[in-house]
Each structure stands twice: as structure tokens, then as C-alpha cells.
């Protein structure tokens, strides 16, 4: 498909050599085997203000990033903007460094965040370089993956935040 007909994006963030940071990496790989219509897929490895580039026209834009334990392994949440603000953390806390959360923030204050845009955090349990993805990261990103595919979790607009329970 040509990408200049693409007006849906799904990007996902991280490093696949280092386990459960690899969710969005696998998110987005089964999304681009899905080849569906009107939809662009790109794995963003490293410099996160590239992702200002990345979604620049695009209609609707899904992120999906691992994120550190707060509950359980593979556990999804589901973020969009709204009137509550964006969720930058007071002291970086990614493995990239400058994170999704930074990225969003300068988008905001930029004036350029796309239009419809929802963030997807799985969380991890094992970040180690040439470890294994946990197993329950692995269903919850292939589950999100099934999800969006079907049109299911695809942003419309601006919402609170939402835990998302992984089937």
C-alpha cells in the first residue's frame, strides 16, 4: 500500500533485544503482517522526538510502549489526551532516554499532536538486554495487536486516562 493513503498510524516503541521493552516493537510487527488498508506501521527503536515526524499528517495515531511494573506483568493502560493533562514523569524513568511521555509533552507545548491519538502502555517485568520477553507482556501485546486490528481501541478522541484489562 502506498503510505501517502495511509491516514492511520500504529508505532511501536522500543528495543525487541531487551525483553518486555520489546511489546511495542511486537505490536507493531503483528499489525504490519495484518496489512490492513489506511494504515502505516513504524517501529521507533531509539530518538523518541522523532515520533513528532512520524505522526505529522496522520489522521488517528496509536503508540504502544512497555512501561515499568506498577500492578502486574502484561497489564495494558490505555492513555488519550484530555483535560487532565499529559503524564510526564517528574525525572525520565524510560530506557530511551527522552520518552514517549517527554515526546507528548513537546508535541503539546508545540501545537502539534495529531488529532486523534491514544497511547498503549504494557506493562513489563523483565527489561534485561537478550532476555526473553515475559510471557504475559507476549499475550497482552499480541491480544492489543488482534485489538486494533479489528478496529477495536482505535483513538476518535480526546479521553481520560483508562486501565485496559488485557483479555
Not at 518486555?20 to 490492513?36: I, P
Not at 506501521?41 to 503508540?63: F, Y
Not at 506483568?73 to 493533562?85: D, L, N, V, Y
Not at 520518552?99 to 513489563?124: D, K, R
Amino acid at each position: 500500500m502506498n503510505d501517502s493513503v495511509a491516514d492511520r498510524l500504529v508505532i511501536g516503541v522500543g528495543n525487541p533485544d531487551r525483553a518486555d521493552d520489546g511489546a511495542g516493537s511486537l505490536v507493531a510487527a503483528q499489525m504490519r503482517a495484518l496489512r490492513l488498508p489506511r494504515w502505516r506501521v513504524i517501529v521507533r527503536t531509539g530518538d523518541l522526538l522523532g515520533l513528532l515526524d512520524d505522526w505529522a499528517g496522520a489522521g488517528a495515531v496509536v503508540v504502544v510502549d512497555a512501561a515499568a511494573p506498577l500492578a502486574r506483568a502484561g497489564a495494558i493502560h490505555r492513555w488519550t489526551p484530555g483535560r487532565e493533562g499529559l503524564p510526564v514523569p517528574p525525572r525520565p524513568r524510560s530506557t530511551h532516554g527522552f520518552g514517549v511521555a517527554e515526546a507528548l509533552a513537546l508535541a503539546e507545548h508545540l501545537g502539534c499532536l495529531p488529532p486523534a491519538l491514544v497511547v498503549y502502555a504494557i506493562e513489563g517485568a523483565n527489561f534485561a538486554v537478550g532476555g526473553a520477553m515475559t510471557p504475559a507482556v507476549r499475550r497482552a501485546s499480541l491480544a492489543l495487536a488482534r485489538r486494533l486490528g479489528a478496529g477495536r481501541g482505535v483513538p476518535l478522541g480526546a479521553a481520560r486516562a483508562v486501565p485496559v484489562r488485557a483479555p
